[in-house]
């Protein structure tokens, strides 16, 4: 007779003593001693904050904590740190929360910078609230093609933008506003020893972000705006210990000026960035920085690109109608060429203002 098949229960199931069963959790740190800070450099894994409840300058030297992943802390973003937030030599403190961003200013590293899975964009900064963009009068000449790739960038951030005229006592601000009179672009006229109480008014109470070209003065307007600029940077520069910082974007605090109470803000120099690459810039975000060819848009043929290849395109009208500068269509179809990558405005005259 066949042995019968055993019929096995609950009670035969063996168990190692001290081991559970009940599948693993992972409870993260609540970390309710963090105290606030804001980040105002990044050099290779760390962080130079500053904490602003308290009115301090001393930086604080931090690492980011392996619990926020592949989460990017740049220029601007407002964390909570944990650990030794003294600021003192030899210590590190931890980030451990970004807070969420109230702006965003990114750029494509530049229109033809590819990698095999597209072109490179970057975080310039976050929490901006306004975008000054650097502009000599003379020597070198205004270059209308930059300043409105800064003013695209702005308003897809959603950053106010500032136009600050250097080197007026060169030459008349007339032309350059005149190109821009349809947008009531806010503006400042800067001259070599002339006080700074307009701009400074902007800048309070605003993370205000600076560009511009080499020899426009922005790096001597950033050291009559911080007079211990220099000093600032060197002190930052040892969260890298030892790299040059003049490439790398830092938040520089305003100093107070006289007895007024109003928070005086801070600036952040961008030195290494010359240029904004819109690639990451949709075609309809794009059309935002010229809203003086926005209405002849709605009387266009449909599914027009505005481009030059597109027969009819009625933009040319609204500008033969005198509706419109051809000169900003010029930059405009420029733009739009370049991020599709079929041309590099470096290539194209970047200042067609007519001589004086």
Known sequence: MPARKREYDEDDVRIRPGKSS???TRTRPKHDDAVDALVIAVDRGRYGCVREDVGGLD?????RARELG???????DRV?????????AGTLARIVRIRERTSVLRRTADDDDTTPEGRLERVVVANADQLVIVSALSDPPPRTGFIDRCLVAAY????????CLTKADLAGPEQVLGYYAELDLPHVLVRPGSDLDELRDRLAGRISVMVGHSGVGKSTLVNRLVPDALRAVGVVSAIGKGRHTSTSAVALRLPAVGKSRKDPGWIIDTPGIRSFGLAHVSAESLLHGFPDLVEGTVEDQPNCGHTTSDAGCFLDAWVAQGKADGRRLASYRRLLASRAGEGDPRDQPVDDMPSA
Not at 156 to 163: G, I, Q, S
């Open 70 to 76: 592949r989460k990017s802390v740049v220029v601007g």
């Open 80 to 88: 909570a740190l944990v650990g030794d937030s003294s600021g003192d």
């Open 59 to 63: 930086v604080i030297t931090a690492m």
């Open 22 to 24: 009940r599948p693993r």
């Open 156 to 163: 897809d951030a959603d950053v106010e933008p500032l136009l």
